[in-house]
């Protein structure tokens, strides 16, 4: 007889096999950061076999196949290098099985009388399997290693063979309190796993929004390096282009000098108004409409929680309808993608002609952006989609106007920009819908001195509304002393310290 390779990786070199492994799972459980778990309840649902982890998070399960020396009246068989040998003393025949480790079921023979068979000869490809053999009502249950020679006369035709549901599967069931439950598939128990379990969240889930305060909602680019191309490097930031349409569009990104991209950071779209362009809002001289980058955010971010984006209108206005739409959407999913991003937490903000596009967006993109500050917002020159790709939600908006702005009628921003705005606004009924706050008035500033900010009350709280006026004209600088009488002076604007605490509410 040839030597064949030992097939089994556990001696089983008696006249009766003893013990065999069947299989043997190893596991770790763990927090998402690798902090072990100790006392973790973990279950083999389908066997109903359970135990708990240990100090370092570790389990195991193991399972022997049962011992066969009590039935040495139905005859006997023996493994040695491969070889089956077999005989009866009765009826019984030997049934022999082998099974792949996923449950395909790659070879079947019953055995009569006596005689022996070398297993290797009737596995065609390389690998691991489980052998099992079946000798009256006892039943070993091997694994061993094949080399993938095959020669012998009782290698199946492949179309016979079967899949058998069951053959070391099962699913793994890990819980621990405080921790959501986690269930993994196992098509093969004999091997090792590693589950990482996360924490239960507390936070309150709505029919559409996030809660106040709620966690950072991690981008895809979140631990990866950025892939995008710069065009050039400009003060304080980086230039970029991206296809819309058959438009080449430009777009201005400056991260925080701390960036992270394990950390979530806010984000802050700038829209320029009319006359200027994107760079204007990433770098300029001082005046009273660039007192800092970014609409004066920049300067007000001590930690480095925002990415600030400022995007340029073609001609210098926000003028072509869903393709200056597209534009913002292509972009922010260009960021979700390269930078880490907090995508609860994407706010846009304008003046004048910005402040119209920002008013438009924020009623295309409330599923993307969390909130809206304008300064001067018109109703006019303002495309939305119609129709049913109109989007019926709330979204948070403030906005701050001086009352004798001769461009950007106030009256008109208030009496009908507003109370859209309102309509969606107002506290989510029963079944979470959001109601009509539009008929409530905010109050105003009067006189030639001061400001009012009014913050409306009949809103949902998630979804706030702020108006803010102030004795001024087309200015988004405003100040106290507005722009009569002794005293004016725009680099006392309050305008950016509000918009900041508004946007730092959520």
């Not at 055995?111 to 009737?122: A, E, F, P």
């Not at 004048?352 to 409330?366: H, K, N, T, V």
């Not at 921003?413 to 079944?431: H, M």
Request: glycine share 8%; proline share 3%; hydrophobic share 35%.
């Amino acid at each position: 007889m040839m030597n064949t390779p030992n097939l089994f990786t556990a001696a089983c070199l008696l006249a009766f096999c003893g013990y065999a492994s069947a299989y043997t799972l190893n596991g770790t459980v763990t927090t998402k950061d690798g902090k072990a778990i100790q006392g973790a309840d973990v279950k083999l649902v389908k066997k109903n076999k359970a135990t708990t982890t240990d100090e370092q998070g570790k389990f195991t399960f193991k399972e022997e196949s049962a011992h066969l020396n009590a039935v040495r009246s139905a005859g006997s068989f023996s493994l040695s290098n491969g070889v089956l040998n077999f005989s009866q003393n009765g009826y019984s025949p030997v049934q022999v099985k082998i099974f792949d480790m996923v449950g395909n079921q790659v070879f079947a023979q019953t055995l009569q009388g006596s005689g022996s068979m070398d297993l290797n000869s009737v596995i065609e490809s390389q690998g691991t399997y489980l052998a099992r053999v079946k000798l009256g009502s006892a039943q070993e249950s091997i694994r061993f290693n094949a080399t993938g020679n095959y020669s012998g006369s009782f290698r199946q035709n492949r179309n016979a063979l079967m899949k058998v549901d069951g053959v070391d599967k099962d699913t793994l069931s890990v819980a621990f309190e405080g921790y959501e439950t986690v269930k993994v598939y196992l098509p093969n128990l004999d091997t090792t796993v590693a589950i990482k379990m996360n924490e239960v969240s507390t936070e309150e889930t709505f029919k559409f929004g996030y809660a106040l305060g709620n966690s950072p909602t991690p981008s895809k680019g979140c631990g990866a390096n950025s892939k995008l191309q710069k065009v050039k490097s400009v003060e304080n930031g980086d230039q970029f282009e991206i296809k819309v349409g058959s438009d080449s569009r430009k777009y201005f990104i400056t991260l925080p000098k701390n960036y992270d991209n394990k950390k979530p950071h806010k984000v802050l779209f700038a829209l320029h108004c009319y006359g200027s362009n994107g760079e204007d809002f990433v770098h300029h001289k001082a005046d009273y409409d660039h007192p800092t980058p970014y609409y004066g955010q920049q300067v007000l971010d001590k930690n480095g929680d925002y990415i600030f984006v400022s995007l340029d209108a073609i001609g210098g206005l926000w003028s072509k309808g869903q393709a200056d739409h597209d534009f913002f959407a292509q972009t922010l999913t260009t960021l979700n993608e390269n930078y880490c991003i907090d995508t609860s937490r994407v706010f846009i903000t304008g003046f004048s002609y910005g402040a119209m596009f920002s008013y438009s967006l924020m009623q295309d993109m409330q599923t993307r952006v969390r909130a809206a500050a304008t300064y001067a917002v018109a109703d006019y020159n303002i495309w939305l989609p119609e129709g049913n790709n109109m989007k019926n939600l709330p979204i948070a908006w403030m906005n701050v106007h001086g009352v004798n702005d001769g461009r950007c009628d106030y009256n008109r921003a208030k009496n009908s920009a507003l109370p859209r705005i309102l309509k969606r606004n107002g506290k989510a009924d029963a079944n979470g819908d959001f109601t009509d706050a539009s008929s409530e008035k905010p109050k105003e500033v009067s006189g030639n001195t001061g400001h009012v900010c009014y913050d409306f009350t009949t809103v949902d709280e998630r979804f706030p509304v702020k108006w803010c006026s102030w004795p001024g004209d087309h200015q988004w600088t405003a100040h106290d002393t507005g722009n009569m009488g002794v005293g004016w002076n725009w680099e006392s604007t309050w305008v950016p310290e509000e918009v900041h605490k508004f946007f730092e509410q959520f």
